[in-house]
């Protein structure tokens, strides 16, 4: 999940931090922080980002084109400016304030010397920092889907019919190849450890596999092959042969 501004705010790098206006909208999600020293900033802007800067692209507006600036990053989708007020700024324009206080826009900014480095580098470390929940996308809602439309065997059968029609043992052996294949990306020796075999063995059985299932490196056709074992997998859990 995307942090907020008001997250971001929170990490020690952001620190002495002032909100000027906006603070009914430091609980939008901020996609990424970017530092910007350029009037015409929002043609560049994607939406949800958050724009760091001395203020120099302010220092030669007048009181309507600072008030253009801020609502072209308001309408351009950014979720907030932070500006520095240290070098070429002392205050904010008050023609920005206002314009901020205008849109509710986030305006926020440091009255001390700081690092847009160490700001851009802590936002984007919480932004890109994978979800609480690192568990594995679930196949489940494609396979209820096949099970509600009653397409579930069919599209086994599809996939899977040149392996199923095997007598049990080489059908088994086959199967279960196949499945440590697609979970490990076709690595050999992670399938071969998995399975306790020697890698030579995964070689000759993905011969084997290619041979009755075609091309087996198209992403869409694992896939197929992931839900038609999944499919499989439930057919057997519950006593029928597939």
Do not use: C, K
């Amino acid at each position: 999940m995307l942090p907020t501004l008001a997250d971001l705010l929170t990490l020690p790098a952001f620190a002495g931090a002032e909100v000027l206006s906006g603070q009914d909208r430091l609980a939008q999600p901020v996609t990424w922080v970017h530092v910007s020293e350029i009037a015409d900033a929002a043609r560049f802007l994607s939406g949800g980002e958050v724009l760091l800067s001395t203020g120099s692209p302010l220092t030669s507006l007048s009181d309507a084109e600072a008030e253009g600036y801020l609502r072209s990053l308001a309408e351009g989708g950014a979720h907030g400016l932070i500006l520095e007020l240290v070098r070429d700024l002392r205050d904010p324009p008050p023609a920005l304030v206002g314009a901020a206080r205008l849109y509710d826009f986030p305006l926020i900014v440091f009255r001390q010397e700081v690092s847009f480095a160490a700001l851009t580098r802590a936002a984007h470390a919480r932004i890109l920092r994978p979800p609480a929940d690192t568990s594995e996308p679930s196949l489940a809602p494609l396979l209820d889907a096949l099970n509600e439309t009653g397409r579930s065997l069919g599209f086994m059968q599809a996939h899977l019919g040149a392996l199923l029609a095997l007598p049990p043992r080489p059908r088994a052996t086959l199967l279960s190849t196949l499945e440590a294949l697609l979970d490990h990306n076709f690595n050999m020796a992670q399938s071969a450890r998995r399975l306790g075999v020697r890698r030579q063995t995964i070689y000759y059985r993905l011969e084997q596999l290619r041979a009755m299932l075609g091309d087996l490196d198209n992403p869409r056709r694992q896939l197929g092959l992931q839900l038609a074992l999944e499919i499989a997998r439930g057919e057997a859990s519950v006593g029928r042969e597939p």
